[in-house]
């Protein structure tokens, strides 16, 4: 088991409902991520929080709402998603240096949480 | 073209076999290489990173890079059915924020 854990591991969710997926991590690293992976496609990065700030989003729907407390701790709230929504979520984290805002290099994964949208 | 690109096979080698996956990518400038593994379910596994040309080994796995012609490597020495799974090469571009792109993977199957 790595030092990253999410929950809900399984989400069935209507379009109409409202949802947040949690990951923390264990590792004392201060970069975390969201990833979006659907079959035949690579990995989508989603959100990136570095010292707890939002460094980057790839032009997310707004149906998807990251939010992130402290260093530890990820948060990605749903709101009306669609049935294309349906993926494995997956939460990493790294260490980042922020001097030479060198991160996102060895990055830990967590088990994932299965959505599936109806 | 993709940023990355694999194989997406499967691959199929016999047991004990060498198994050798392949990797391209198109930024020239990019300076760190991984490997990951994922089963299938699964989420991804750091099993290799390297950095300079040449191989870098690590038990059964060695990681072999070749900037001037962009690719970059993974054997698998005495292949095992628990090998099978799907690898995921993944570079770090660099410029902008440096981010870890990911290849779609290629999958392995090792038979007994």
């Known amino acids: 088991e790595t030092g990253v854990t999410q929950t809900p591991r399984h989400l069935v969710m209507g379009m109409t409902n409202k949802k947040s997926l949690k990951c923390e991590q264990h590792?004392?690293?201060?970069?975390m991520y969201w990833y979006k992976q659907s079959a035949k496609k690579p990995l989508e990065l989603m959100f990136v929080y570095n010292f707890k700030e939002q460094t980057e989003n790839n032009s997310v729907p707004s149906r998807f709402s990251p939010e992130c407390p402290n260093s530890s701790h990820l948060f990605l709230h749903l709101h009306t998603l669609q049935p294309e929504d349906s993926a494995l979520y997956l939460c990493?984290?790294?260490?980042?240096?922020?001097?030479?805002?060198?991160?996102?290099?060895?990055?830990?994964f967590g088990p994932g949480t299965r959505l599936l949208v109806l | 073209q993709k940023e990355v690109e694999q194989n997406s096979g499967p691959l199929s080698v016999p047991e004990g076999a060498i198994a050798s996956l392949n990797c391209t990518y198109s930024?020239?400038?990019?300076?760190?290489f991984f490997w990951y593994r994922q089963y299938s379910g699964k989420s991804p596994e750091l099993i290799m990173f390297?950095?300079?040309?040449g191989d870098k080994e690590d038990g059964r796995f060695t990681a072999q890079l070749n900037k001037a012609s962009q690719y970059v490597s993974l054997l698998i020495r005495d292949s095992q059915p628990s090998d099978s799974a799907t690898y995921l090469c993944?570079?770090?571009?660099?410029?902008?924020?440096?981010?870890?792109?990911f290849g779609t993977g290629t999958r392995l199957l090792v038979s007994p």
């Open positions: 990493a984290s790294s260490q980042s240096d922020r001097a030479t805002n060198m991160g996102q290099e060895t990055q830990y």
């Open positions: 390297i950095y300079s040309n």
């Open positions: 993944a570079v770090i571009r660099s410029w902008g924020f440096q981010k870890l792109v």
């Open positions: 590792l004392g690293h201060n970069a």
């Open positions: 930024d020239r400038g990019s300076q760190s």
